[in-house]
């Protein structure tokens, strides 16, 4: 029995041994199973990756593979992207992605991908509605099963799959380990699939770049050509056939390039922006850039070389245009500035001898010589004065010298008022065209350049430039020798009138001298009413714009307004120096300052306040990009905000007389160009200044001549008057003894001469200028007669100026003058007004001159007919209008005071 039951021990043991090895051996084979399903799964995906076609297409396919070996009703597959920082969505299918799309991208902590992902480990939920982070969409589709599984490549995460089933507990240990298997391989397989299609992406852009490009795209292998792009072909015109059996040599212009660009490939592996001319098919040169890099394959001494080839052929033209564009700017500017330090020369002195020198030395600067002449011409005698020269002395020539006109180039410039550009090859050519030229080129000069100097549309002289180099003058000296000849030409011609005058300045005194006593007289019995007859005309024409206008505020305003409305300066001001100080006369352009007054003028301390004073003192431009970093600056109360200013001298014969100065609200507004620019019209200005200084001049020379005809208008009838009168009272005192009965018949004749002699003296004093228009315009003299008005009491006085100034008879200055003075006489003593105001007005047909106040209107007799200080009351004024056939009206103002209004009309 104990045997039996040993036996059947041993029986049972061996069958539960053989149940276990069988269950051992079952689930042998369902690992086997599971491992050939995994196998099988990453196989069939794998293929499906390796396919052709978009990631995302075959994404699509690979997961519906993996659903189907893990029967689940939906799969999604993450990318992780660097750029968003979260997980991208690649594919998805399944059902109710229409109703329930998946979110596009996933970041850390949201849904079961995103806490996976944050966590780094799978996340397994077999009960899904009861999951914190359940997605409702996914709920209510019926999702009851999901897990999440991370795709890694190199040991990162580098995406996320998400399987959900509607089955619960359908992730069993043996699903999640086969899912963590295929995951495990599946993120190589999706790297590996992404990178070779970025690659091919890659190279189907490197391809579309190549084709595409509008450069010149190349690759060489052993010195030829083994591919090119459509833009080689163009740029050099061979067909693909030809271009691929050429050498990089054939296509060099200048081989030692070629030899260059190689050393530099083997140093250093490329090459940027390499300069070198090569050939096109038809043996034309361009200019090109090459960049290029090489790759170098083992030990071949022949690189692949890769690169692009642009045609910069247009650009380089388009680089030496704009290089000769700035040459010819600079140039520009050079001589712009030597023609205004040319100006400046010849206007600071009109003894034109003492300036030669100057001027003959910044000729060369423009015009390189080796002698220069100015000669000058007298048609009526035939005849040339040398009035200078300098460089290459001629035997025999001096200056001042005097010689034939005819068969020189002066000749031929007085008779075709054009320049001359003479090249003689020998002395035959000379003595054919030009027989005075010759000692010229027997001294050695080879090249002649000439222009006319032009006064009053006449020729007056030429300017000469000769050279001992053959052909060494173009039409652009021939031109720059013209302005400059247009430049000194005025000079030589006031130069000559400034002579003229000083000559009849001397002829004047001797002429006062010989009539000193008769003047005495006239002295006597006319006090201080001595005035000239007309005004001499203004002797410079330097700038035509201002130099006419002898209102000195007038010629400040229309200089300031200008230069703001020429140049576009932000603001625009000009200083005259008086005394110590730097006046502002004229302001344009800052509103918030407006225009100087008398009541209250601008004004700096020369030397000692602002950029202004300054260069009222140093007599030196100033240019200041940044005000603030200027301490000379000087802030105006209520001006704009001036950011830059630019400020210079105005210089009459060497000294300063005032000050343009320019400025704006922006930084660096100013450059050289401006500096010269302002410096050539502050040259003018002074100019214009210095014409009506000798205007001044001119009229006192009218004066002595208005003196010297008065005086011989006496002697011929006063003095002539007063004899008589003196001979019938010296018959008088021979009749009162011997024939008194003709004592009252001399008597009688001489109170008839008396009567006639008072006559004259009244017409002469009437004919009188007035003092202030011998020293200034009609315009100067009203104001000047309103400013003394308003000094002299409480009245505010004002006059307005319009109309196009120009010079009157000096009759009917006078009248408007006198008429001025007997109104504000009369307004001063009657009109008891606050305000008086005065317009003169030119139109083209007549003056007129109204003269309106506040006050308590016309009163009878006010005014008198006349006044007990020479004056003529109303009826003197009118007189004084009907004498020139003009009109004289007294009427109540529009402010209830009373308007005086004189129209004469202008001849």
Known sequence: MDEDNRELSALHKRLQELEASEREHARAEE????????????????????????????????????????QAEWVALRIYDEEV???????????????????????????????????????????????????????AHGIK?????????????????????????????????????????????????????????????????????????????????????QAALDMFGYSREEALTISTLDIFADPEKQKTMDRILAETGNVKGFEAKLYKVDGSEIDCEITATIQLSGDDPWPTTQGIIRDVTEQRRAERALRESEEEALR??????????????????????????????????????????????????????????TGLEMPGRHRGDVSGLRGTALEELCRTGSGILFHPEDGEQVTKRFPGLLPAFNSGLRSFVGSPLVSGNRVIGGLFLASTQPNAYTERDLELTQRVGSEIAGAIANANLYAERQRAD???????????????????????????????????????????????????????????????????????????RLEIRAMTGNDRVGRPSADAPLSVRVGEEGITGWVAAAGESMLVPDVSREPRYQYLPG?????SELAVPIKVKGEVIGVVDVASDELERFDESDRVVLQLLADNIGVAIDNARLMGDARELAVLEERNRMAREIHDTMAQGFTGIVLQLEAAEQAFEEAPAELPDHLARAKTLARECLQ???????????????????????REEVRKFASEGPTRADLRVSGN?????????????????????????????????LHLDFDSESIRLSISDNGVGIQSGGGGDETGEGGFGIKGMEQRAKLLRGVLKVSRGANKGTRVEVTIPVE
């Not at 229309?558 to 000009?574: E, M, N, P, W």
């Open 639 to 643: 001006a704009i905000e001036v950011r």
């Open 31 to 70: 690992q086997e199973r599971l491992r050939t399903r995994e196998l099988q799964a990453l196989f069939d995906v794998a293929g499906i990756l390796v396919e052709p076609g978009s990631f995302e297409t075959k994404a699509s396919r690979a997961l519906e593979a993996l659903a189907d070996a893990v």
């Open 332 to 389: 520009l500017a050079h001589e712009n500035a030597v023609m205004a330090e040319i100006g400046r020369i010849i206007s600071a002195s009109l003894d034109i001898d003492d300036v030669y020198d100057s001027f003959a030395e910044e000729v060369r600067k423009l015009v390189p010589f080796d002698r220069i002449d100015v000669n000058l011409a007298n048609l009526n005698e035939g005849v040339v004065t040398h009035a200078y020269w």
């Open 85 to 139: 920082k979260g997980l991208r969505l690649v594919a998805a299918i399944g059902s109710g992605l229409e109703e329930a799309p998946p979110i596009p991208v996933l970041r850390g902590g949201q849904l079961m991908s995103g806490i996976a992902f944050d966590q780094g480990e799978p996340v397994v939920v077999n009960d899904y509605p009861s999951y914190p982070s359940a997605d409702p969409a996914r709920v």
């Open 805 to 837: 100034l120009r010079e009157i008879s000096s009759y009917a200055q006078t009248a408007l003058l006198r008429i001025c003075q007997e109104s504000l006489t009369n307004v001063r003593k009657h009109a008891r007004a606050t305000e008086v105001e």
């Open 506 to 580: 001397e002829r004047v005194r001797e002429s006062l001298q010989e009539k000193e006593g008769l003047l005495e007289e006239i002295q006597v019995l006319y006090g201080q009413e001595r005035r000239k007859a007309d005004q001499l005309q203004v002797i410079s024409e330097v700038s035509r714009d201002v130099a006419s206008i002898l209102d000195l505020d007038l010629l400040l305003d229309k200089t300031t307004d200008l230069i703001q409305s020429t140049f576009g300066y932000l603001q625009v001001g000009v200083g005259i120096i008086e005394g110590d």
């Open 760 to 782: 004259e003296a009244r017409r002469s004093v009437w004919d009188l200028l007035p003092r202030a228009l011998e020293e200034h315009t009609l315009a100067e003299a009203l």
């Open 145 to 229: 099963s999901a897990i999440s599984l991370l795709l890694r490549a190199d040991g990162r995460v580098v995406g996320s799959l998400n399987v959900n089933s509607k089955e619960s507990g359908h992730f069993t240990p043996d699903r999640v380990r086969f899912l963590t298997a295929i995951s495990d391989g599946l993120g190589v397989l999706m790297e590996n699939a992404n990178l070779a299609e970025q690659a091919r992406n890659r190279e189907e852009q490197y391809r579309m770049l190549f084709e595409n490009s509008r450069d010149a795209v190349f690759i060489a292998d052993h010195g030829r050509l083994v591919d090119v792009n």
